[in-house]
């Protein structure tokens, strides 16, 4: 009896010495910090929803958050990254706090779900600039980039390949910006070709691989030979790959994971976007009802596929590049009309920005649902 | 149409097989009495552990090996606690699971998103693969699917025909009574656990070395909590399982294809018809009022303890 | 007849913690004979028993088979030496047949099942020793008397040379115990040596070569059966000590009709006819007892009566009034009472405390809660009063009544089915497995309740205490009821022939 | 069961002391346990655990939001562990934890405007209403036709979440957002902050109580305890299980649509898609840590939420997100492996393997239960 209570006693004892042992060590850093800010002082915080290397959206995000660090000098180790935080109230904010006691200038949210509470946390504390993707929230800096610039040459380049009129895009989640790739991708694609029609279908998911490889199989079955995507995991290309198909890749440039498949990659470039929120920052001149919703380089594209898109169609795409990049074309320009039979726009009118980035309809040419 | 109907054929056998090495596996874990609620974060380990070895060595076979090596020692943690502790098998499952992913992430960060340079690909047979329709569906597959064809008969075979079948059917049922007869209880409940984890395992490198070939944290989305509900579902009995699999797998692909055929109804609805399928099956085979012995193993996640005999 | 022993146990004693169950125990064992043990319940038979199987290990004492010494280390051990038991509870596993359980008995079998060969050789064995089972059923099908004859193939397959039966006849009608009897006879004769526990000296001195006694762990008597007498071997099983003589059998005045079951028709849990239009009366102020072999509708029957069994076609009328479809807390509250067979699976729980066991009918009633909330005052008081009033031994009222011992948990499971003074009492086997202390108590309250004005419906297998108790005797077998008599009109012949299902 | 010198012998019973201390101490040897995680990460385990602990339990502004974090999760693990009492397994807190924030939220949101104290409480209800219901199909399931609740209430998991995806993506998506949400709930529904803290927290401790109160004191606990230790008994007594099959899985449902209610007026104040976020599962674990004592739940859901949210402090010193979810399993089983001790204890074999205390235990055979006599 008396043994196990001493090796109880023992457990106990050491365990207590453990944690006073820390709790000593682990003191809030000073704030002698603070004051004049410059590139190598600075302090970045990102919150991403899954890991920064997940081979989709954080990685885009994460890639180009160094890529602008590079540009103006600020070390790696300046950057905090907390990773896998839901998009919840008391996840958000706890990220949120740790960042703040951390001292941090700078908070970058990389997922559309963190806004509204971000937005709350940031107005009780005026010091920390946050950044955040999607809509334009209060108290936040905002930024989106116009991906259905990216998307309309995916569709344009996908129509000029393909033999048939109908062309496929396989979908995660029903969301505005997913919703700007799709009809982006089905304006590109009728730019080239009128008849052009996109069949849609959704996996209901941000990241399955089943889902998204069946998304893909029901599109092959229905004759679909180029498809594009808004989709996070390799299953799509790779079953494209599996059945002589061809997509556009998205998120990142996704040659790599089915070199046969892919024509090439739509890229989120936040480089310029964060840049430019990198040195407001710095200067002390960062304002937070400031709002970015940038296209051109921003919404970028992959190296083209030599193997297999000709280089005719490469030349014609970017033309088109450059035609959109000067304003030429307009992508949500009239006349437009949805799939259900409602005009859009007029005929000599331009979608507004606000109706862009909320955009709940699909065109005209788009077979299947936004609802 | 054909070319539809056996396109869907031949994907679902392919989802069919993802989930059921871990089925079958956990059917020979429960009929020796021991519940297995943590699959689904094995399924990571095995995905994750496959994949490492792939990209590390381009080796698949290593890969496959290396896979099952992982859901041994899971295995033999598991039964540790189950069989040895007699923990309560719930819980335990639930700590596996949560403890398996957080693992699978930690290990496979460095090599997460990324391609490797191989992967297994399908191999049609010859001969076989040009028979129209059932060569398309059966015989234009990879190794795992082939691997299946041979798990099923052969578990079958092993569970009603063979000696040590016989004494795992006994075993889940009352395991006092084999102890008295002087076999170790333990030792088999041990072995069975492994054997059902390396399965898992296999399950997940399904995922990662044939389905893709990536990895990504909590990337079998779900699978290992199917293949649990299939093993009640198809009453301890791999057929049963084998048709329950193929259902789930047939009726999630036609989902996705009605939101072609059949436009207008919010795709989410159609995202719930495997599971409402799931529900409505098992109602049907395992309802009380369809007056038959149950099939449910009596010692299941009962604790045996030699003492309480 | 100088033979060599086949098996010699010299000086075999075993603790269980302070209790002495087995004390320098000798045994022989030759080949071609019936051993039998004789002794009462907790006389150390069954330890003695599991030592030769290689269950428990002995703290001393040695073991010579086949002239070699040596210690049986395990079941499996001595399954390989050729010695094996049927157990009382049998180890066969309800889901497997016949043919699948003995395959699981036998060590060496090719690893893929041969079927057919099994088969034949179970037909085999079947015809040699007139020992009937059908391979292919299913054990859960089977009548426990097939069961038993299944555990004992499962040995004969096994090529055992020791036999060991523990309380074989307790689950048997006397014919079937005959037909036992003549088979174990048959395979004595091939040379197997055949030991059996009882605690009936009939048939022990009936059936056995040779007679071991045992009483509190150690051996009191030996004897050839040919020298036994009924006084010699109950002296060695009880010893001097008095049993207590049940002097209350003074008969109370007949009382008015109680219950009157008119044909009763029940399913058992297989869905098939476990009682077939079965009429009865029961009377206020008698003992009325239901013999019959385990598994001829007993069960069904009081689970009927009790409310806890559909009843599918007949009524029952309590003092005029339709019962039929009362559940069961109508009945309870009408004043019926049930003493199930298997306390700790049904009457008790285990698990839970004595005060939350005293409670469990009365719960609802005003005196133990008010508004849904426990008066737990009030239930310990009533826990205390059954504790003084019944003698229960207890460790305590907050511990778990699995700790109890079987006689003090039937007692306390008694006094709260009379508490309340009810009008009918339903007792299933309410001594089973006690010593005879607790049986005499038990007994005691019985006729207590009876003399009360109380009518106990009393489902016995043991006629001694049948005859001994009773008022009237019914007999059901096989689901039928085969008469009902006057216990002092009857004797034990009349009942066994009913029993066995000849009419009278 | 032996291993050398040491054998194990059960207990018959376990002193009260004994059942606090023995969690407490299995929890520190986990934590020993994973510091061999965090080094073989090339981190020092101690400021790591100290950073944890400081962080999140150790401040006020951090301990706040260990109880906000902690709040869902507590009522999902009394409605895992009123189940469990019962002993059917519910593990569909997930799904209906969604049913009751959208049986709420569509009143919340589309309902009828009633004055302030009133409409907080008919949203109480349609929330917990909201739940039971989603329980009550696996319970009718069981209760009528034997069904295995844990696979119905699973699958009732899934089916759950994509119906609120479908309201969130759909009809319910605030308009001019591109997010998977609701607009927000009329202000005088929200739950009042109290320092920070959400009230739910008092909520929670009240019924926590009174489920401790009812399961410990009333007819309903005990009828509901004589069903968990012995089916056949409770049958035996006249107790109605079916019955209670409903009433209790249904009160399960309830009381994680009630996580609903607590997260939409006190944290989210809207319903956006996945908003269980898996409070549902790690529901399942608090109950069986908390032994399924609702007031140890409490403790230990705030012990969890703290854990979940030191997260974020640990990927500022750099260790990997993935480390919290292993120290999480990790302290699981160590504590599961923990409860053997509660069951055993150990005995060093000296030269008399059955000596004095052999006989201090209770045993079994013939004798079982002899002790007492």
């Given at each position: 009896m008396k043994k196990k209570w001493i090796s109880i006693l023992l457990v106990v004892v050491m365990a207590t010495a453990f944690f006073t042992g820390c709790s000593g060590s682990s003191e809030p850093k000073g704030d002698s910090e603070k004051g004049a800010l410059d590139y190598s002082t600075i302090k970045i915080g990102e919150i991403t929803s899954l890991v920064v290397n997940d081979g989709g959206w954080c990685q885009a995000t994460h890639q180009s958050l160094l890529a602008a660090m590079k540009e103006l000098g600020i070390p790696e180790s300046n950057l905090v990254v907390i990773e896998n935080v839901a998009e919840d109230q008391t996840s958000v904010a706890n990220a949120y706090n740790a960042l703040a006691s951390e001292g941090v200038n700078l908070i970058i949210g990389a997922s559309a779900g963190y806004a509204t509470f971000l937005s709350d946390l940031a107005a009780s504390n005026p010091d920390i600039v946050v950044a955040q993707q999607g809509d334009q929230v209060p108290n936040l800096i905002g930024y989106q980039i116009r991906n259905y610039e990216g998307m309309f040459l995916a569709g344009y380049a996908s129509a000029l390949m393909a033999e048939s009129d109908k062309l496929g895009f396989a979908g995660s989640m029903s969301e505005a910006s997913v919703r700007a790739a799709i009809n982006g991708y089905a304006l590109g694609a009728k730019f080239a070709n009128p008849e052009a029609k996109v069949q849609l279908v959704w996996a209901n998911s941000w990241y399955d691989v089943d889902l998204e490889t069946q998304s893909a199989k029901t599109l092959i079955n229905q004759g679909i030979k180029f498809m594009g995507m808004e989709a996070s995991s390799p299953a799509i290309p790779q079953t494209c790959q599996a059945n002589n198909a061809y997509c556009i890749g998205y998120n990142v440039d996704m040659h790599d994971l089915a070199p046969n498949a892919v024509l090439f990659s739509y890229m989120w470039n936040f480089a310029p976007i964060f840049k430019d929120i990198l040195t407001a920052t710095v200067d002390g001149t960062a304002d937070s009802s400031k709002y970015y919703y940038e296209g051109g380089d921003c919404a970028q594209l992959s190296p083209f596929n030599d193997a297999i898109v000709p280089a005719d169609i490469q030349e014609k795409v970017l033309s088109v590049k450059a035609a959109l990049d000067r304003g030429e074309i307009q992508v949500f320009g009239g006349e437009l009309k949805d799939n259900e039979g409602n005009i859009l726009v007029a005929d000599g009118e331009v979608m507004s920005d606000e109706d862009i980035k909320v955009q709940k309809f699909l065109v005209e040419n788009v077979i299947g649902s936004w609802k | 149409m054909i070319s539809f109907i056996t396109s869907i054929c031949a994907a679902a056998i392919v989802y069919a097989v993802s989930i059921l090495y871990a089925a079958i596996g956990e059917i020979f874990s429960q009929r020796a009495g021991i519940m297995n609620l943590g699959i689904e974060g094995i399924m990571l380990m095995g995905a994750m552990s496959g994949f490492m070895t792939v990209y590390h060595t381009e080796n698949l076979l290593l890969a496959f090996l290396v896979t099952i090596l992982v859901g041994l020692l899971l295995g033999l943690a598991f039964a540790f606690l189950t069989v040895t502790l007699q923990a309560d098998q719930t819980v335990c499952g639930m700590a596996f699971l949560i403890f398996c992913s957080g693992l699978s992430g930690f290990l496979g960060k460095s090599v997460t998103g990324i391609a490797s340079a191989v992967k297994f690909e399908p191999i049609p047979i010859p001969g076989l693969s040009s028979i129209p329709v059932i060569g398309e569906i059966f015989f234009q597959q990879d190794i795992f699917v082939y691997l299946m064809y041979l798990v099923i008969p052969l578990s079958i075979f092993y569970i009603y025909k063979t000696k040590a079948g016989l004494m795992l059917r006994a075993l889940g049922e009352n395991p006092a009574s084999l102890d008295q007869a002087g076999i170790n209880v333990f030792a088999m409940r041990y072995g069975y656990v492994m054997f059902a984890c390396a399965m898992t395992t296999i399950s997940g490198a399904c995922i990662s070395l044939s389905y893709t070939n990536f990895w990504n944290e909590g990337m079998t989305g779900g699978k290992g909590w199917i293949a649990f509900s299939l093993v009640a579902f198809s009453r301890w009995n791999p057929a049963y399982a084998v048709l329950g699999a193929l259902l789930f797998g047939g009726i999630s692909i036609l989902g996705i294809n009605m939101q072609v055929y059949l436009p207008g109804v919010p795709s989410q609805f159609y995202g719930m018809l495997p599971y409402a399928a799931t529900v409505v099956a098992l109602v049907i085979t395992t309802g009380s009022f369809r007056k038959k012995h149950s099939e449910e193993p009596a010692a299941l996640c009962q604790k045996y303890d030699r003492e309480d005999r | 007849m100088e033979k060599t022993a086949l098996l010699e146990m010299k000086g075999i004693t075993k603790k269980f913690g302070t209790v002495l169950a087995n004390d320098h125990i000798d045994l022989q064992l030759y080949p071609g004979e019936i051993h039998a043990l004789l002794g009462e319940n907790g006389s150390g038979k069954s330890t003695l028993m599991n030592i030769l199987l290689g269950i428990y290990k002995p703290n001393s004492g040695e073991m010579l088979y086949k002239g070699e010494k040596g210690q049986i280390k395990t079941p499996k051990h001595a399954a390989a030496l050729g010695i094996g038991m049927v157990h009382?509870?049998?180890?066969?596993?309800?889901?497997?047949?016949v043919a699948e359980n003995i395959f699981l008995s036998?060590?060496?079998?090719?690893?893929?099942?041969d079927q057919q060969k099994m088969e034949n050789k179970i037909r085999e064995y079947s015809e040699q020793f007139s020992l009937e089972v059908d391979p292919g059923a299913k054990v859960w099908q089977l009548s426990v008397g097939e069961q038993q004859r299944v555990e004992i193939m499962k040995l004969l397959c096994r090529n055992c040379e020791i036999l060991v039966l523990d309380e074989p006849t307790a689950v048997l009608t006397p014919q079937e115990a005959g037909e036992m009897f003549k088979t174990l006879r048959k395979m004595a004769e091939h040379g197997k040596s055949i030991i059996f526990i009882s605690h009936k000296m009939n048939e022990v001195m009936e059936h056995a070569d040779r007679i071991t006694v045992l009483k509190n762990g150690r051996v009191t008597d030996r004897m050839l059966a040919s020298d036994a007498d009924i006084d010699r071997m109950a002296k060695a099983v009880v010893g001097e000590r008095d049993i207590e003589k049940i002097t209350i059998r003074s008969k109370g005045k007949t009382g008015e009709l109680l219950i009157d079951a008119k044909d009763l028709r029940v399913l058992n849990d297989k869905g098939l006819v476990a009682l077939h239009d079965i009429s009865f009366q029961l009377k206020a102020g008698e003992i009325f007892a239901i013999a019959g072999v385990a598994g001829s509708g007993q069960r069904e029957l009081a689970e009927a009566l009790a409310g806890l069994r559909k009843i599918t076609s007949g009524r029952i009328l309590m003092k005029g009034n339709?019962?039929?479809?009362?559940n069961i807390r109508g009945r309870v509250s009408k004043g019926i009472s049930f003493i199930p067979e298997d306390r700790l699976k049904m009457g008790l729980i285990p698990g839970m405390n004595m005060k939350e066991n005293t409670v469990l009918?009365?719960?609802?009633g005003k005196a133990y809660s008010r508004g849904g909330i426990l008066l737990s005052k009030a239930i310990r008081a009533l826990t205390e009063k059954h504790v003084s009033d019944h003698d229960i031994k207890h460790g305590g009222l907050d511990l778990p009544v699995s700790l109890m011992s079987g006689g003090n948990q039937q007692k306390l499971l008694i006094a709260r089915e009379i508490n309340g003074n009810p009008e009918l009492i339903i007792a299933a086997y309410p001594v089973r497995g006690l010593d005879i202390g607790a049986t005499a108590a038990i007994h005691r309250t019985l006729l207590e309740q009876r003399n009360r004005g109380a009518c106990v419906l009393l489902i016995s297998e043991e006629l001694d205490e049948i005859f001994e108790l009773s008022d009237r005797v019914a007999v059901l077998c096989g689901g039928k009821l085969m008469g009902i008599r006057n216990t002092s009109e009857t004797d034990y012949e009349e009942i066994g022939r009913l029993m066995s299902g000849e009419s009278a | 069961m032996k291993i050398g010198a040491i054998r194990f012998e059960k207990k018959q019973t376990v002193s009260l002391s004994r059942k606090v201390l023995n969690p407490v101490i299995f929890i520190l040897l986990g934590f020993v346990l994973s510091s061999v995680f965090i080094m073989a990460n090339g981190f020092q385990p101690i400021p790591v655990f100290g950073k944890m602990i400081t962080y999140s339990l150790l401040n006020t502004r951090g301990l706040i939001g260990s109880i906000n974090a902690a709040l869902p999760l507590m009522f999902c693990g009394l409605s895992v562990a009123i189940a469990f009492k019962m002993n059917l397994n519910n593990i569909g807190a997930e799904g209906q934890f969604a049913m009751g924030a959208i049986f709420g939220g569509a009143f919340a949101l589309y309902g009828p405007a009633l004055p302030a104290p009133l409409s907080g409480i008919v949203m109480f209800f349609l929330c917990a209403i909201g739940g039971g219901l989603w329980a009550l199909i696996a319970a009718a399931l069981k209760a009528y036709w034997n069904v295995n609740e844990t696979i119905v209430t699973l699958m009732l998991n899934y089916i759950a979440l994509l119906f609120l995806d479908y309201l969130c993506y759909g009809p319910w998506m605030a308009p001019k957002q591109t997010t998977a949400m609701t607009v927000t709930i009329p202000q005088d529904m929200y739950l009042p902050l109290i320092g920070g803290t959400s009230s739910g927290i008092f909520l929670a401790i009240i019924i926590a109580v009174l489920l401790y109160l009812f399961l410990k004191y009333t007819t309903g606990g005990y009828q509901i305890s004589v069903i968990k230790n012995s089916l056949r008994t409770a049958e035996y007594a006249g107790i109605p299980v079916k019955k209670y099959i409903l009433i209790v899985l249904a009160l399960s449902g309830a009381l994680a649509g009630v996580a609903g209610f607590v997260q939409v007026t006190g944290i989210v104040h809207r319903v956006q898609a996945q908003l269980p976020g898996g409070s549902g599962y790690t529901g399942i674990v608090i109950a069986y840590l908390s032994q399924c004592n609702p007031l140890v739940i409490l403790l230990v859901s705030v012990l969890l939420g703290a854990l979940q949210n030191s997260s974020a402090v640990v990927q500022i010193m750099g260790v990997p997100s993935q480390i919290v979810t292993m120290i999480q399993g990790t302290l699981m089983i160590s504590v599961i492996a923990g409860e053997f001790f509660n069951r055993y204890r150990i005995v060093y074999y000296k030269a008399d393997p059955e000596s004095k205390r052999a006989e201090q235990k209770n045993n079994h055979s013939e004798q079982k239960g002899g002790a007492v006599q």
């Open positions: - | - | 009382q509870h049998f180890a066969l596993i309800p889901t497997l047949t036998l060590d060496h079998c090719s690893f893929i099942l339709e019962i039929t479809k009362t009918k009365e719960f609802r | -």
